[in-house]
């Protein structure tokens, strides 16, 4: 049972790696021209929290695959489809805000996410109530996340499109 855990607990970092790639250039020339409110976290921080975030959010997807049987069973179609579902939703954010510098876009994307991490706690309590409590900071960190990206789309309006 140890790759499974150790499969599941690591693969939401693939996504953070890749993203980490984007989001290393950026930090340095894109993010600095925009407005930001004075409460964001460092830049340091996002590394740190995303660690420990992926981290658990892994190993409770862990939680609820043993607790369910695996993938095959018919009742693991909604949790983990869920659960997938988020985190595709999260790999998207970094490509879409930080990559092609689309702060609406990454503004639709973090609430849906913010959304669906909710409806994957709720789908996951009765299953398993450690799983749904290793989600909590996560999703406690996206509202914080949607809050700044939300206030990055306020204070940085999109460009008016050149008029030939």
Known sequence: ???PMLGLTALPHLGGICGAFITRKEVKTWYPTLKKP???PPNGAFGVVWTGLYTGMGYASYLVWKELGGFKQEEALVPLGLYGLQLALNWAWTPIFFGAH???AGLVDIVLLTGTVGATMVSWYPISRPATLLMTPY?????LATCLNYCIWRDNPDPEPKRE
């Open 1 to 3: 049972m140890w790759a």
């Open 38 to 40: 004075s409460w964001r």
């Open 102 to 104: 689309k702060i609406t």
């Open 139 to 143: 999703l406690l960190w996206l509202c």
